[in-house]
């Protein structure tokens, strides 16, 4: 810090700065900071001459950053943005709120957390749970967020990642679809497939109680995969089940598998936390919690459905949960 003093003509000179570079106006910044726009333009003259290098270009319609410029607003950005971030946590802390910004799924967030919503009241009390929503196996990096889901593969999976369970598909349906559209006497008809823009709508030809059968009456198809698992719910066709999904509606019986069979691929369901971050223990005893309550779940399936075999495809890939 004494370097870093004697490098500036004052500190106020970062606020001016930073001001500047991102309204891209001398003008705009003045008014932002609330002083005149010759006393902004002053004061990064000063700095300039105080570093040895010119931060501004002045084009037509305002200035644009140096490459120098470039370097210094990326480092005093991240630093003006850690400082805010660790005021708002101070502040959180003396109300008693611990808030936590979680990067998962709309699936996951829509048919897996909010069933157990009030649970994770009851067991963080104190926590304010924020949403980062995304879709599928997106690789959206952990900006900004305390916690993320992602989809990894084993070479993936560094120190900032803990595994929860392999990706596990299966078809899913509700109770009144298996008891009616797929009786007996009303097979050939065939089955409605409910598929999402971001699979391939063929996907039941990987399941061998599907393929080559041609009993496909036809498809049901969204651009999100909660509004696939949803369908399901109400009874308008089989879907593909993800289990890091639907393994709440498959332990309460209120989705079931329309087939008795399992894929286990190799993608990697993980909680990451951002390399970059500190590791709250809030943050650490919410993701140790959302692991347990994935293994309940699966303990449960396993069970309930015994004829899956996911108990043993699991073990298949080094994952045992009881």
Same mark, same amino acid.
């Given at each position: ?37 010759? @006393? #902004?333009?002053? %004061? ?9 290098? /010119?931060?501004? =270009?002045? !084009? *037509? ?99 900032? @990642? #803990?595994?929860? %369970? ?9 109770? /009144?679809?298996? =008891?009616? !559209? *797929? ?140």
């Amino acid at each position: 810090m004494p370097g870093l003093r004697k490098k500036l003509p004052s500190a106020n000179a970062l606020f001016v700065f930073e001001a500047a570079a991102r309204c891209r106006n001398f003008t705009r910044a003045a008014q932002e900071l609330d002083v005149s726009q010759p @006393a #902004v333009s002053r %004061m990064l003259a000063r700095m300039e001459d105080h570093i040895g290098v /010119r931060l501004f =270009e002045r !084009v *037509r319609g305002g200035i644009e950053l140096t490459e120098s410029g470039k370097i210094l607003y990326r480092a005093i950005s991240e630093g003006f943005d850690g400082i805010e971030n660790a005021i708002r946590e101070i502040e959180d802390r003396v109300t008693d709120v611990e808030p936590i910004m979680l990067s998962v799924s709309t699936g996951f967030a829509t048919h897996w957390l909010m069933p157990r919503m009030s649970r994770v009241k009851q067991t963080f009390p104190h926590v304010d749970l924020r949403f980062q929503l995304i879709r599928g196996h997106s690789d959206v990096p952990l900006d900004d967020v305390d916690l993320g889901m992602r989809f990894l593969h084993d070479g993936e999976i560094d120190e900032n @990642a #803990v595994f929860v %369970m392999p990706e596990t598909l299966l078809p899913v349906c509700n109770q /009144r679809y298996l =008891e009616t !559209v *797929r009786t007996d006497a009303s097979r050939v008809q065939g089955d409605t497939l409910i598929v999402t823009d971001d699979e391939q709508h063929d996907w039941h030809e990987r399941f061998s109680a599907f393929f080559g059968n041609g009993r496909i009456a036809g498809t049901l198809s969204f651009t999100d995969y909660s509004s696939a698992v949803q369908a399901a719910l109400l009874g308008q066709g089989i879907a593909l089940g993800r289990l890091d999904v639907v393994s709440h509606w498959l332990a309460q019986g209120v989705l079931l598998p329309a087939a008795h069979e399992v894929i286990v691929t190799d993608w990697r369901c993980c909680l990451l936390t951002p390399a970059n971050k500190p590791l709250r223990q809030i943050v650490a005893n919410l993701r140790d919690w959302m692991i347990e309550e994935t293994r309940t779940d699966m303990r449960v399936v396993a069970k309930k459905y015994p004829q899956l075999g996911l108990r043993e495809a699991m073990k298949q890939t080094g994952l045992k949960f009881g």
